[in-house]
């Protein structure tokens, strides 16, 4: 049985981890949240030690290595707001603690390089949630196309990439809604389906903004293997009226080559399998982000260019 901390307890991913950390057999000794909202806690690790000054609890994870007593920290979960993720991985490495941290894993690719190095100086390892790549769905589709281009080398796919969320007015008033803190929305909703996009593709080629707004994003991407027309957005206004209809708040979708992907089932165990993972030695670490970071990373430098080139169906939608 391994110890764990969780950073963040009291945000919206945090059950899936304290779900995974008790389906792998494992327990939680310490939380910390500056909200203190967190009864959720009864129903994963209720006797688990919890702070709301992140002072008090670094304190008390130091205490609990330094005693020696069997109830050291190995694996700091991070489920803080984007923009802290960096710190806190430095704070479990620091600690002599693995660290398990939610997407995006940072914000930034330079700051991929500076925690390689402490990785490495701390002996301990970086992993990240990357959870499309254990999707069943996602697996048989690499194999498809990994099995296409054994035949054509060459072969460039289509694809048309949807996901749509609805977010109330608070979202806006949240640190997600500051794209310093968040990345914006195609980091903070976006990220792991760029991850997908690489991991099966390929490399980027070409990155393309065609709209980006505090609630939507769209662009072009140009990958090894796959030409990508991708739209993403948290205003329940821009959802299809199919989903209007059925009163459906979230509309996923993933064409390739005009064929659809289903996978709107399938992610509830998706966070346990990834610790599964990770306590085996095989989770995803640092090198694995490089390509989604870089994406998200340029695609909010680049200048909107509009309703130009190959741009998404449902941009024409957009107040830009």
């Not at 035949?151 to 310093?180: H, N």
């Not at 090198?287 to 970071?293: E, G, M």
Request: net charge neutral; hydrophobic share 35%; glycine share 8%.
């Amino acid at each position: 049985m391994e110890n764990f901390a969780l950073i963040g307890v009291g945000g919206y991913i945090a059950p899936r981890h304290m779900k995974a950390i008790k389906d792998t057999g494992n327990n939680l000794v310490a939380a910390v949240d500056k909200n203190d909202s967190v009864g959720i806690m009864d129903s994963y690790f209720p006797q688990a030690n919890f702070f709301t000054e992140f002072e008090r609890f670094d304190r008390h994870v130091e205490k609990l290595r330094r005693e020696n007593s069997g109830k050291e920290v190995s694996y700091v979960s991070i489920c803080s707001p984007n923009y802290l993720h960096d710190a806190h991985i430095r704070f479990a490495l620091r600690t002599q603690a693995n660290a398990v941290c939610e997407k995006p894993l940072v914000l930034n690719p330079w700051n991929i390089d500076a925690l390689q190095e402490i990785e490495q100086e701390s002996g301990k390892r970086v992993n990240t949630i990357l959870q499309l790549r254990l999707h069943p769905s996602i697996i048989a589709l690499k194999q498809s196309v990994e099995a296409q281009l054994k035949a054509e080398p060459g072969k460039m796919f289509d694809i048309d990439l949807t996901y749509l969320t609805s977010r109330g007015r608070w979202y806006q008033i949240s640190w997600k809604g500051d794209e310093a803190k968040s990345g914006g929305v195609a980091t903070n909703i976006g990220v792991h389906f760029f991850d997908m996009l690489a991991y099966i593709f390929g490399p980027v080629q070409k990155n393309i903004c065609h709209i980006r707004n505090e609630d939507t994003s769209a662009g072009f991407l140009e990958l090894k293997h796959a030409r990508v027309r991708w739209f993403l957005s948290v205003n329940a206004e821009h959802l299809p009226s199919t989903a209007k209809e059925n009163g459906q708040t979230t509309y996923r979708s993933i064409t390739v080559d005009g064929h659809e992907i289903e996978f709107s089932g399938g992610f509830t165990d998706l966070h346990t399998r990834s610790y599964e993972g990770i306590l085996a030695g095989k989770g995803f670490g640092l090198s694995d982000v490089h390509d989604c970071i870089q994406i998200v990373h340029d695609f909010r430098h680049l200048k909107p260019a509009g309703l130009t080139g190959d741009y998404h169906p449902f941009c024409g939608a957009v107040n830009r």
